[in-house]
């Protein structure tokens, strides 16, 4: 089975290698924090390095911590063994969709959507359905839309936040699309890494409308710690010893000094708020800045860290768009089509989660590159 290339690392590449040549480079490609893991949980691996040797290990304390959050967060309350610490969130979504399906299923998913949804699905022999969300549906799949889907598909995955679009569910539509599941047969795998990172107000979990839902999530968003490899997937009672056969043989535990300084980062709650901070002004810029630079149809970015940007008043190649401005200015952006194969020739999309001097900067040397082409 073929899987498509991610082309942000295409760009990315380019991208350091201009950075080799000497040029100054604004990486706005990937969406990864710039800030780095709290300072509490580097300063509690240091101890951990000097004190253990380390091995294969999951933390049980960190499992339960993982439950508490749920609690705390949603009013959900979850066993700490339906809990799978993982590699972070890429091995999460090959577990789930491992456990969930059999090859040839069909697994429904909004377009624009998450570039690696669509090509771990073709590699697992599976078979996505992506629907066409638009404005009008504000680049998230509907319940409607699942109805309509004749036959039903065996799994749907949906993300609020969304990459690339930054869109939330609002809860009543996942409450539908939760009745729609239940009515239809249709499982759920649930993308929440980008919980915590609302602009909106709180960010429900599809566990509060669908208990048997699968849910993944990361370290990587809100706690700043892409680079540590650390995630989790919770996965239903009945579905726990199949996972767990699954993450035996494919991927064991996750980095043991991770979870080490996981557990302590789920508590620095002043620190990642502050990130969010940073976020949220990062945000205000972009939103204030694009219109003027020609870009006036963008997703609403309620969350996450992205913006998602119509740029088909300039191309239909958003690849080489993306290169010719990153060539031109040192700002690194993600083509559409990764994310959208028909209609993303026409979008391009900024991450947000650099510093805000970054952020200035870099719009500081775009505004000229696109009033240059009206």
């Not at 006036?296 to 768009?321: C, E, M, N, Q």
């Not at 993303?344 to 590159?369: D, K, M, Y």
Request: hydrophobic share 45%.
């Amino acid at each position: 089975m073929t899987v498509e290339p991610f082309r942000a690392i295409s760009v990315s590449r380019l991208a350091h290698q201009l950075k080799a040549e000497g040029r100054s480079i604004i990486h706005m490609e990937f969406g990864q924090p710039s800030t780095g893991a709290p300072a509490a949980a580097i300063a509690r691996a240091h101890q951990v390095l000097d004190a253990d040797a380390m091995g294969y290990w999951e933390s049980p304390d960190l499992r339960a911590r993982i439950a508490r959050l749920y609690d705390d967060r949603y009013g959900v309350t979850v066993d700490p063994d339906r809990i799978l610490l993982t590699c972070g969130a890429s091995p999460a979504l090959v577990l789930a969709l491992s456990t969930l399906f059999t090859p040839g299923d069909r697994i429904a998913l909004a377009r624009p959507g998450y570039v690696a949804y669509r090509n771990t699905l073709h590699a697992l022999h599976l078979t996505p359905v992506e629907i066409a969300c638009g404005a009008d549906t504000r680049f998230q799949l509907t319940a409607d839309q699942l109805r309509a889907l004749d036959p039903a598909p065996a799994g749907i995955i949906i993300a609020s936040p969304a990459n690339p679009t930054g869109t939330i569910i609002p809860d009543a539509e996942l409450a539908a699309i939760a009745q729609v599941c239940r009515e239809r047969g249709i499982a759920i795998v649930s993308d929440e890494i980008y919980h915590g990172l609302s602009y909106v107000g709180p960010t429900p979990s599809m566990l509060q409308f669908a208990p048997e839902t699968v849910v993944i999530n990361s370290f990587s968003k809100y706690w700043s710690m892409a680079g540590w490899r650390l995630g989790w997937l919770l996965v239903p009672p009945n579905r726990v010893e199949a996972a767990r056969a699954y993450i035996g043989n494919m991927f064991l535990t996750p980095p043991s000094l991770s979870q080490h300084a996981g557990l302590v980062a789920m508590d620095a709650v002043e620190e990642l708020e502050g990130h969010i901070q940073t976020y949220a002004r990062n945000r205000q810029l972009m939103l204030d800045a694009l219109p003027a630079l020609g870009l006036r149809k963008i997703a609403p970015p309620d969350g996450a860290f992205y913006i998602w940007a119509d740029i088909g008043h300039l191309t239909d190649d958003s690849v080489t768009f993306c290169e010719q401005l990153l060539r031109d200015t040192g700002v690194a952006t993600a083509p559409g089509v990764d994310f959208d194969p028909v209609d993303g020739r026409r979008f391009i999309r900024f991450s947000f989660a650099v510093s805000t001097p970054e952020v200035e900067e870099a719009l500081n040397r775009i505004r000229p590159w696109f009033a240059a082409r009206g």
